[in-house]
């Protein structure tokens, strides 16, 4: 069965850090390309981190420099590194496969950027 939990969100201050976990099923892990998904308040679901299956990323512009996704084979988890933390990364942030067409989504980890 698909399964993806999301982990590590809390509340922090602009500046801040945080790492969040992904423990996704065997079957999606092994394989699919793996990404991390973020939705804030009335806007729609977004790409922000990518990794191939052979540990290739890629990031969207708002998060280079700043983020970092990585995967361990051997526990089928991906995570995200996240540093410098802004007030605009406020969201839910989502793993799923990359493209996510047809996979089901889990319940997010809610991220919050606030002084």
């Known amino acids: 069965q698909v399964q993806l939990v999301e982990s590590g969100g809390g509340l922090v201050q602009p500046g801040g850090s945080l790492r969040l976990s992904c423990a996704a099923s065997?079957?999606?892990?092994?394989?699919?390309?793996m990404g991390w998904y973020r939705q804030a308040p009335g806007e729609q679901r977004e790409l922000v981190a990518a990794?191939?299956?052979?540990?290739?990323?890629r990031y969207a512009d708002s998060v280079k420099g700043r983020f970092t996704i990585s995967r361990d084979n051997a526990k089928n988890m991906v995570y995200l590194q996240m540093s410098s933390l802004k007030p605009e990364d406020t969201a839910v942030y989502y793993c799923?496969?990359?493209?996510?067409?047809?996979?089901?989504w889990g319940q997010g980890t809610q991220v919050t950027v606030s002084s």
């Open positions: 990794i191939t299956t052979g540990g290739r990323t």
């Open positions: 065997r079957m999606i892990f092994r394989f699919n390309d």
């Open positions: 799923n496969q990359d493209p996510p067409y047809g996979s089901p």
